[in-house]
């Protein structure tokens, strides 16, 4: 299937893997269908360049009726839609999306199906959720259309549930009480190449019918998971065996100290009792992409921004001052482990007035309220080692990517659209971000701190009286173009 003639349906394209293998697919010269159940979630923006090459529709699969009729000229189809983490039965769900998506598919020229599933060892007795993903691969090969299945076991990637798990655990807790599942066997694989093999096998029609383990260079427990993690980020973390915790209060515990919500908790540690190890190398025949170890998966996972399209070097790129404006509307500030101050006031000045107010920030200007506080800030900074304010920017009104500002470096600068975002390089325990976006009649004012481990947090706590009084004065002075 030649790649320069394919036509792509593209399930789950506002999920986790969706939004990053689509840029991956379009960069190729694919032409996509896009299905989303909300277009107001997809950010759209992001891939203006494409242009026609990209179709954006709306469709729920548990809802047939609710589909749209897919183009007669569709080559290849991928299914990434699960429902891990919802209440309910969930294999049921799974399979009336399954069923629905094939019949969907019917009347369509669509010669290959592609799915990312669950490492599986079919020998052994499987938990609901492993069973429901081998289902689906049933479901699937029996819509008629060859199947290509890739069974993946943790993905490593900012955003992936399993990872945010391991990322929230290490963070907040530096005594682990660890239940016998730690010690089960996984093998990880990190996002980039599991978009390497999505869209490696397309071009490789000898895959078609065929399913594939895909994992990492190695086999770890999942307590190597949450010890590595804890390696990458500086953190000391200690580990305590304990004998007596059910899946029922794993779940609970999980609940508890993470982010997740409790039907995911329960399906994931219910998961956790199997080990999701490749059990052959076929599909290093056809594709065999270097493979990103875990603790060097884990430092791209936690690069200083949450990023779809921007290339892994997209730091040193800001540096050298060569950032493509094309990447600027990627480059987000994570949103998984933070913890954030926002502040939403209407603009009182023109939208020009105020772009100059906050493009003309820090340096000798100063900052817009308790200036005295940025100073102490500045020579706290200072006595740590630090930078502080002393390097103060490269021109009063003119900002770029790249540019240093006081103790910050500038990742954003488009004024055009009113996007300001600045990376702390203070002495910190942890990572901070500040950014501003007018939009509407509106400034958003968004600070994000990233902390690094108790001490972190600890250091959030301490400054949050000095927030609550700086950072709604700031926004509403900006607001005024002042």
Same mark, same amino acid.
């Given at each position: 299937?030649?790649?320069?003639a394919?036509?792509?349906?593209?399930?789950?394209?506002?999920?986790?893997?969706?939004?990053?293998?689509?840029p991956?697919?379009?960069?190729?010269?694919?032409?996509?269908?896009?299905?989303?159940?909300d277009?107001?979630?997809?950010?759209?923006?992001?891939?203006?360049?494409?242009?026609e090459?990209?179709?954006?529709?709306?469709?729920?699969?548990?809802?047939?009726?609710?589909?749209?009729?897919?183009?007669?000229d569709?080559?290849?189809?991928?299914?990434?839609?699960?429902?891990?983490?919802?209440?309910?039965?969930?294999?049921?769900?799974?399979?009336?999306?399954?069923?629905?998506?094939t019949?969907?598919?019917?009347?369509? *020229?669509?010669?290959? #199906?592609?799915? /990312?599933g669950?490492?599986?060892?079919?020998s052994?007795? !499987? =938990? +609901?959720? %492993?069973? &429901?993903?081998?289902?689906?691969?049933?479901?699937?090969?029996?819509?008629?259309?060859?199947?290509?299945v890739?069974?993946?076991?943790?993905?490593v990637?900012?955003?992936?549930?399993?990872?945010?798990?391991?990322?929230?655990?290490?963070?907040k807790l530096?005594?682990?009480?660890?239940?016998?599942w730690?010690?089960?066997?996984?093998?990880?694989?990190a996002?980039?190449?599991?978009?390497?093999?999505?869209?490696?096998?397309?071009?490789?029609?000898?895959?078609?019918?065929?399913?594939?383990?895909?994992?990492?260079?190695?086999?770890?427990?999942?307590?190597?998971?949450?010890? *590595?993690?804890a390696a #990458?980020?500086? /953190?000391?973390?200690?580990?305590?065996?304990?004998?007596? !915790? =059910? +899946?029922? %209060?794993? &779940?609970?515990?999980?609940?508890?100290?993470?982010?997740?919500?409790?039907?995911?908790?329960?399906?994931?540690?219910?998961?956790?009792?199997?080990?999701?190890?490749?059990?052959?190398?076929?599909?290093?025949?056809?594709?065999?992409?270097?493979?990103?170890?875990?603790?060097?998966?884990?430092?791209?996972?936690?690069?200083?921004?949450?990023?779809?399209?921007?290339?892994?070097?997209?730091?040193?790129?800001l540096?050298?001052?060569?950032?493509?404006?094309?990447?600027?509307?990627?480059?987000?500030?994570?949103e998984?482990g933070?913890?954030?101050?926002?502040?939403?006031?209407?603009?009182?000045?023109?939208?020009?007035?105020?772009?100059d107010?906050?493009?003309?920030?820090?340096?000798q200007r100063?900052?817009?309220?308790?200036?005295?506080?940025?100073?102490?800030?500045g020579?706290?900074?200072?006595?740590?080692?630090?930078?502080?304010?002393?390097r103060?920017?490269?021109?009063?009104?003119?900002?770029?990517?790249?540019?240093?500002?006081?103790?910050?470096?500038?990742?954003?600068?488009?004024?055009?659209?009113?996007?300001?975002?600045?990376?702390?390089?203070?002495?910190?325990?942890?990572?901070?971000?500040?950014?501003?976006?007018?939009?509407?009649?509106?400034?958003r004012?968004?600070?994000t701190?990233?902390?690094?481990?108790?001490?972190?947090?600890?250091?959030w706590y301490?400054v949050?009286?000095?927030?609550?009084l700086?950072?709604?004065?700031?926004?509403?002075?900006?607001?005024?173009?002042?």
């Open positions: 299937m030649p790649s320069s394919v036509h792509l349906l593209l399930t789950g394209a506002n999920g986790y893997i969706g939004l990053r293998l689509l991956a697919l379009l960069d190729a010269g694919h032409r996509v269908t896009a299905v989303v159940r277009r107001r979630r997809f950010p759209q923006g992001d891939f203006a360049a494409a242009g090459r990209l179709r954006v529709v709306e469709g729920d699969f548990l809802k047939p009726d609710s589909l749209p009729a897919f183009p007669a569709l080559d290849a189809a991928y299914y990434l839609l699960h429902s891990m983490g919802s209440a309910g039965d969930f294999a049921a769900s799974e399979e009336a999306t399954a069923t629905n998506f019949a969907a598919l019917k009347g369509t *020229g669509c010669r290959r #199906v592609i799915y /990312l669950g490492l599986v060892d079919e052994r007795p !499987l =938990s +609901p959720h %492993l069973q &429901s993903r081998l289902h689906v691969e049933n479901v699937l090969r029996g819509g008629g259309i060859p199947l290509t890739l069974r993946a076991s943790i993905i990637g900012s955003g992936s549930a399993s990872f945010e798990i391991v990322r929230d655990l290490a963070e530096p005594v682990m009480v660890c239940p016998r730690v010690n089960t066997r996984c093998q990880p694989i996002i980039r190449n599991v978009i390497d093999y999505l869209t490696g096998v397309l071009d490789r029609p000898q895959t078609a019918g065929r399913t594939f383990d895909i994992g990492g260079p190695e086999v770890l427990r999942y307590r190597d998971l949450l010890e *590595g993690y #990458v980020r500086g /953190l000391k973390r200690w580990f305590v065996p304990v004998p007596f !915790l =059910s +899946p029922k %209060l794993s &779940s609970w515990w999980l609940y508890l100290m993470t982010s997740t919500s409790f039907p995911l908790a329960r399906t994931l540690v219910n998961s956790m009792k199997n080990e999701t190890v490749c059990h052959d190398q076929a599909i290093r025949e056809f594709l065999a992409p270097p493979l990103l170890g875990y603790r060097e998966a884990v430092d791209k996972a936690l690069a200083r921004i949450a990023q779809n399209r921007v290339p892994s070097s997209w730091f040193d790129a540096n050298a001052g060569s950032l493509d404006p094309r990447f600027v509307d990627a480059i987000k500030v994570p998984h933070v913890l954030h101050d926002q502040q939403r006031v209407p603009l009182a000045a023109p939208r020009a007035a105020v772009l107010a906050v493009w003309s920030l820090g340096g100063g900052w817009p309220a308790m200036k005295w506080a940025w100073r102490l800030r020579r706290i900074d200072r006595l740590a080692g630090g930078a502080g304010l002393r103060g920017r490269r021109h009063p009104t003119d900002l770029r990517p790249g540019d240093a500002l006081d103790f910050w470096r500038v990742l954003v600068a488009d004024r055009e659209r009113g996007r300001l975002m600045l990376y702390a390089e203070m002495k910190l325990p942890g990572e901070a971000w500040l950014e501003f976006e007018i939009e509407g009649g509106f400034l004012q968004t600070a701190f990233r902390p690094q481990g108790l001490l972190g947090r600890a250091y301490s949050l009286p000095f927030h609550w700086l950072f709604p004065r700031m926004a509403q002075r900006l607001a005024e173009g002042g």
